[in-house]
């Protein structure tokens, strides 16, 4: 399963209904700043939109989606034992609790008084009803706060992605330009109806074109409202008077958490233990908000742990794909019922509060390793400073052709290099590492010719291209960690790259690049390679010279 999607289900439901309707408010703000461009243009994009929203399928897709969206967040906020919390999540909730307030005025007057009176609820109907008071002030800000909380889930769902934080200053101006984009729209078509209603043959054309309701109709509608409001608010209240009521309870009984550096606090039964250590001010890393879709928060049972349920498949998951250890579970999803001692597998040292990338990042994409043949026989006798100053003019010499298919060097391995094509997904990077192996062999040919003109003898080099599962992330001292990569399919890379030794050719491109490149493999004379310390057999494209790359490929795809 996706890092995405990992946790209970309702987490992912959470996630998944969420989506949804950011989708949905997305499309209706930009349908709103259609109004600037023209009211037919307006007119068009609503029309297409309730195509959809209208209809059977997605009147229930939408409002099913609010209904559990908005249960689960009420349910999780009611079930926490602390409203100690980091301040985005905080924000977010607080957002998040203000929509309903501002939004049943919104589906009352719309899509209720179309149902309820036949209102032809057109986008003009309720900018018109709404421009120069008090509501078109609200629903504005309903707008903002829809969006800022949508943009705060959205953000910190994809944080732990790589393309994410890479096109984030991008992202960031996009998501800001949707709500001036519709604001925009809302002010001109306001405007527009402003000087409309001026004119009284045109007020009462528009009022009959829209059905719009009368005293008595929007009497009702205000009733629809108030009551609507009065239901939400009590649910609100039940919920906060149950909140209290279980914290009052739970006071009564403590029970006391030991950390491994001899700190001692008080928690009440109920509480996670993610909770117990904020609410206390202890330093707990929960990249993931305490949702259980990471494992930053992992804690090691040193004393107490029998009387603890055990984990729950969504935990287990979690902790099977991080390989813990016996006595490993995840802060945010153990209840203590009885005092425990733990360790804090992940917590901040007090002298550098270490980045996301730390705990590393799951990505899938094609690494290449790269190394010159006899190298060491070669150089034997050589000054340190003339093999120095020769591997400098080789890496000169290929490393551009890397760079230039969208890869890069992750680390120097002496006379060879290891690197990685990061790109957006796993096709274009399969593509840019197949499209960078050309180039290395005509950039090697380019530099031979110039070593053989020197009097020099030319280099050979071995190439393994393989493409899996990555962990990118800083391994090292805190302060002092480099960027890194490790998972299988390194060493199943530098596996292939020492086979085209034994095999006397240049280059191996694993079965896995050329499917993520979308080639087809079934004309190609792909080889079986069972390699040390490779779990399974890597099935291999063999090239004698990996200029010759792109030919080969272009023989399978085209058989005389």
Not at 170 to 194: C, D, H, N, Q, Y
Not at 213 to 224: H, K, N
Not at 495 to 518: F, M, Y
């Amino acid at each position: 399963m996706s890092d995405l999607w990992r946790g209970t289900w309702t987490t992912r439901a959470r996630i998944g209904s969420g989506l949804i309707l950011f989708t949905y408010a997305a499309l209706h703000f930009v349908n709103i700043g259609l109004g600037l461009i023209s009211p037919e243009a307006l007119q068009a994009g609503q029309d297409l939109r309730q195509t959809v929203t209208r209809s059977l399928p997605g009147t229930v897709l939408i409002y099913a989606a609010l209904l559990t969206h908005a249960t689960l967040a009420l349910a999780r906020l009611a079930g926490r034992a602390t409203l100690r919390l980091p301040l985005w999540e905080m924000t977010q909730i607080a957002l998040g609790l203000m929509i309903p307030a501002l939004l049943i005025t919104h589906i009352t007057y719309t899509r209720g008084a179309h149902q309820l009176l036949g209102v032809n609820d057109r986008m003009p109907y309720l900018i018109g009803l709404i421009w120069d008071t008090a509501s078109g002030w609200k629903q504005a800000a309903l707008l903002l706060i829809v969006w800022t909380h949508g943009c705060i889930g959205i953000h910190f769902w994809l944080r732990g992605q790589t393309a994410w934080r890479r096109n984030l200053p991008l992202l960031a101006g996009f998501a800001a330009l949707i709500p001036a984009f519709a604001l925009a729209g809302f002010v001109t078509e306001g405007r527009r109806l402003a000087a409309a209603y001026a004119d009284p043959d045109l007020r009462a054309e528009i009022t009959a074109e829209f059905n719009m309701p009368d005293r008595e109709g929007f009497a009702y509608l205000w009733s629809v409202k108030e009551t609507s409001h009065w239901i939400f608010w009590t649910i609100l209240a039940l919920l906060a008077a149950g909140w209290l009521a279980g914290r009052l309870i739970r006071r009564r009984r403590t029970l006391r958490i030991t950390y491994d550096d001899g700190t001692r606090v008080t928690g009440t039964p109920g509480m996670t233990l993610l909770e117990i250590s904020r609410s206390n001010g202890i330093p707990h890393t929960a990249l993931c908000g305490g949702r259980g879709r990471c494992t930053t928060c992992r804690i090691v049972i040193e004393d107490g742990g029998t009387n603890l349920p055990p984990p729950s498949p969504a935990e287990q998951h979690s902790l099977d794909a991080v390989g813990a250890g016996p006595g490993t579970r995840l802060a945010c999803q153990v209840r203590p019922g009885g005092p425990l001692t733990v360790h804090r597998v992940f917590r901040p040292d007090g002298r550098l509060r270490r980045s996301h990338a730390s705990t590393g990042t799951e990505r899938r994409m094609a690494i290449l390793f790269l190394d010159i043949r006899g190298f060491t026989a070669r150089t034997t006798g050589q000054l340190p400073y003339d093999v120095v100053f020769l591997l400098n003019r080789f890496f000169d010499a290929i490393v551009p052709a890397i760079a230039r298919a969208g890869g890069s060097v992750d680390k120097y391995l002496g006379d060879g290099l290891l690197a990685i094509y990061e790109t957006g997904d796993e096709a274009t990077s399969a593509r840019a590492a197949l499209n960078s192996v050309a180039d290395i062999g005509a950039a090697l040919a380019a530099f031979n010719q110039a070593l053989t003109a020197e009097g020099a003898p030319a280099l050979r080099i071995g190439i393994g291209l393989h493409l899996g599962d990555l962990v990118l992330g800083e391994i090292g001292a805190a302060g002092n960690a480099p960027r890194t990569i490790i998972g299988e399919t390194v060493n199943a890379a530098s596996r292939l790259e020492a086979a085209t030794k034994d095999l006397s050719v240049e280059l191996l491109v694993s079965q896995e690049v050329l499917q993520a490149a979308q080639v087809e493999t079934s004309a190609l004379d792909l080889i079986t390679l069972d390699l040390r310390g490779v779990a399974r057999p890597v099935l291999a494209l063999a090239v004698p010279r990996a200029i010759n790359l792109p030919a080969a490929l272009d023989r399978a795809a085209n058989p005389r």
